[in-house]
């Protein structure tokens, strides 16, 4: 049991903040023109997002189990079929395919860490250009299929040989350092003459750009940034106390990580509209080619590039723990592993999915699946069709499955009648049609 609202506030948002808001965030906005995507982006956290927070922590509160078992009970209180409880199959499968390239991407930040410590004790050459240095990292096989698997093993050290506790203190102290740094970021971008430009880019929509990609990659990006349609989230609630306010709770976890990702998209485009780099040239090295440029002019640059890309793994460890967690509690529920095999066994096979996103950028930088690169292909069925799918199945379980009495009990108690009468009609209804609406968009129905 979470001791506190803060505690479940914190292991939430250690899931919720990660390389979702500093890495995809910027460079997804990047590839769809600033803007209309940043509002429809918006606009998905708030009508499917928030609602479907809502969902997954009273399932795991009222269940008290891991996933698969709360759903299968609920249903099972609810007379209704068993098979909701595949929503947790669903999600373990999405989790574990988005790993293997988290830990990817990881992995580059801790190469930049180490980069910008080496320059620091003064055995490594400086970034000079950002661009060749990134090249250079895609280029070499040996260096990412390492990082990556140092990260991994990072992940697995927590979820498998539990060290929690000091994770759970280093978390509540580094978190809020990142945010400090993200904030003296923004000034910087502030200082640099072109914080309106980017605002511009960020927030005045060019309706003409809008397309259907644009709600799929938009509604995907909903998701994967709070954590949601792979019970992650749902797993953390089954440890929040009874008297605790969801809807409160939820708004605050949701609110954070919006909160990151704005801060970290007004602090990254200033730099590259003002080291001209077209902020509409995307790709998911953006982080990686402008940041540096800015860490090259700033006081004490290079320690703060060192920490900036040190924090942001710190970030992606956090939220990596929760993409592992269910794959291998599942593990330990289904076989007589122990804990720490299950997770060694999990982090070996993402690993091994992982070099498909490696070798995406060398060895197999022709290789097409549907049209895109292993690593995007992995992101974009696992983002965009299975978080979404699993988001859909928990409105409906939420909403229609489980009585109104139930989830009266779970959230009513703590919000005016209006506001739980509305979170029910909008779970029920406007949440499924809306993703059902994108999706089909995906399939061609629309
Ligand atoms: N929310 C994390 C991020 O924005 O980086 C990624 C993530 C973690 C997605 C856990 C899904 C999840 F269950």
């Given at each position: 049991m979470?001791s506190?609202?803060?505690?479940?506030?914190?292991a939430?948002t250690?899931?919720?903040?990660?390389?979702?808001?500093?890495w995809?965030f910027?460079y997804?906005?990047?590839?769809?023109?600033?803007?209309?995507?940043?509002?429809?982006?918006?606009?998905c956290?708030?009508?499917v997002?928030?609602?479907i927070?809502?969902?997954?922590?009273?399932?795991?509160?009222?269940?008290?189990?891991?996933?698969?078992?709360s759903?299968?009970?609920?249903?099972?209180?609810?007379n209704?079929?068993r098979s909701?409880?595949?929503i947790?199959?669903l999600g373990i499968?999405?989790?574990?395919?988005?790993?293997?390239?988290y830990?990817?991407?990881a992995g580059?930040?801790?190469h930049?860490a180490?980069l910008?410590?080496?320059?620091w004790?003064?055995?490594?050459?400086?970034?000079s250009?950002?661009?060749?240095?990134f090249?250079?990292?895609l280029?070499?096989?040996?260096?990412?299929t390492?990082?990556h698997?140092f990260?991994?093993?990072?992940?697995?050290?927590?979820?498998g040989f539990g060290?929690e506790?000091?994770?759970?203190r280093?978390?509540s102290l580094?978190?809020?350092?990142?945010?400090?740094l993200?904030l003296?970021?923004l000034?910087?971008?502030?200082?640099?003459?072109?914080?309106?430009?980017?605002?511009?880019?960020?927030?005045?929509?060019d309706w003409t750009?809008v397309?259907?990609?644009m709600f799929v990659?938009a509604?995907?990006?909903?998701?994967?940034?709070?954590?949601?349609?792979m019970c992650?989230i749902?797993?953390y609630g089954a440890?929040l106390?009874?008297?605790?306010?969801?809807?409160r709770t939820?708004?605050?976890v949701?609110?954070?990580?919006?909160?990151?990702?704005?801060?970290?998209g007004l602090?990254?485009?200033p730099?590259?509209?003002?080291?001209?780099?077209?902020?509409?040239s995307?790709?998911p090295?953006l982080?990686?080619?402008?940041?540096p440029l800015?860490?090259?002019q700033?006081?004490f640059g290079?320690?703060y590039?060192?920490?900036?890309?040190?924090?942001?793994?710190v970030?992606?460890?956090?939220?990596?723990i929760s993409l592992?967690e269910?794959?291998?509690a599942y593990?330990?529920?289904a076989?007589n592993?122990?804990?720490?095999k299950?997770?060694?066994?999990?982090?070996?096979?993402?690993?091994?999915l992982?070099?498909?996103?490696?070798?995406?950028?060398?060895?197999?930088?022709?290789?097409e699946?549907?049209?895109?690169?292993p690593?995007?292909?992995?992101?974009?069925?696992a983002?965009?069709i299975?978080?979404?799918?699993?988001?859909l199945?928990i409105a409906?379980?939420?909403?229609?499955?489980?009585s109104?009495?139930?989830?009266r009990?779970?959230?009513?108690?703590n919000?005016?009648?209006?506001?739980?009468?509305?979170?029910?009609?909008i779970?029920?209804?406007?949440?499924p049609?809306?993703?059902?609406?994108?999706?089909?968009?995906?399939?061609?129905?629309?």
């Open positions: 979470w506190s609202r803060i505690a479940f506030i914190a939430a250690g899931s919720a903040v990660g390389l979702g808001n500093i995809r910027p997804i906005t990047s590839e769809n023109g600033g803007g209309a995507f940043v509002l429809i982006y918006l606009a956290i708030a009508l997002g928030l609602p927070m809502f969902a997954e922590i009273l399932i795991g509160r009222r269940g008290r189990m891991s996933p698969i078992n759903l299968r009970e609920l249903s099972t209180a609810s209704a079929n909701w409880a595949l947790g199959v499968i999405a989790g574990f395919m988005i790993l293997s390239f830990s990817v991407v580059w930040t801790l930049y180490f910008y410590f080496k320059e004790i003064g055995v490594g050459a400086s970034i250009d950002p661009g060749a240095t090249s250079a990292l280029g070499d096989v040996g260096e990412l390492f990082w698997g990260f991994m093993l990072m992940t697995v050290g927590v979820v060290v506790k000091g994770l759970e280093a978390v580094l978190m809020p350092v990142l945010l400090v993200l003296i970021l000034g910087y971008g502030m200082n640099t003459g072109h914080f309106y430009d980017a605002v511009g880019f960020l927030f005045k929509p750009q397309d259907g990609a990659t509604l995907g990006q909903a998701f994967f940034t709070l954590s949601l349609g992650a749902m797993t440890y106390p009874a008297n605790i306010s969801i809807p939820g708004a605050a949701a609110g954070a990580d919006t909160f990151v990702a704005i801060i970290a602090a990254i485009f730099i590259i509209i003002a080291n001209n780099i077209d902020p509409g995307g790709g090295g982080i990686f080619t402008s940041l800015a860490f090259g700033m006081p290079i320690f590039g060192m920490l900036m890309f040190l924090l942001l793994a970030a992606a460890w956090t939220s990596s592992m269910p794959a291998t593990l330990v529920e076989t592993l122990s804990r720490k299950a997770a060694l066994i999990v982090a070996g096979l993402g690993w091994l992982g070099l498909a996103s490696v070798f995406s950028f060398n060895l197999w930088s022709e290789v699946i549907v049209g895109k690169s690593m995007d292909a992995i992101d974009y069925v983002t965009q299975m978080l979404p799918v699993g988001g199945l409906l379980f939420a909403g229609w499955v489980l109104s009495k139930i989830t009990e779970e959230l009513g108690e919000m005016p009648g209006w506001a739980f009468s509305a979170w029910l009609w779970t029920r209804v406007v949440t049609a809306l993703i059902l609406v994108v999706l089909g968009g995906i399939l061609g129905i629309f």
